[in-house]
């Protein structure tokens, strides 16, 4: 159901700065991404968007790749770190990691 999310059954949690998980999910450019949302909206008029569980990944300014904008859609090609940034009151970090044009979220 929605608002459940992830929750950590450890009494004594999770330890501040602990590697989770890999953010997994298909890479969009921000114009293929609305340009998907905008397919989605008049193949279904009138009718609300899906839930999407997506994230904006910026890359690194100090990135020799230069600076970039994608978006990150985990609703199928995902592991469980795709749930963790979806909350009302968040208390997982999302870090982005760059190393030789590579990036990892």
Partial sequence: PKGVGVVCVKKEGIKAGTYVQD???????????????????????????????????????????????????????CTFASRLSHSCAPNCQTVVLAHGGQLTI
């Avoid at 905008?38 to 968007?49: F, N, Y």
């Avoid at 910026?58 to 970039?68: L, M, S």
């Fill in 23 to 77: 953010y997994l999910g298909e890479l969009y450019t921000p114009w293929r991404w609305y340009e998907r949302q905008d397919a989605i909206k008049k193949r279904e008029p009138g009718k609300a968007l899906p839930d999407f569980f997506n994230i904006t990944l910026e890359r690194p300014k100090d990135d020799d790749a230069g600076i970039d904008t994608l978006f990150v859609e985990a609703a199928h090609r």
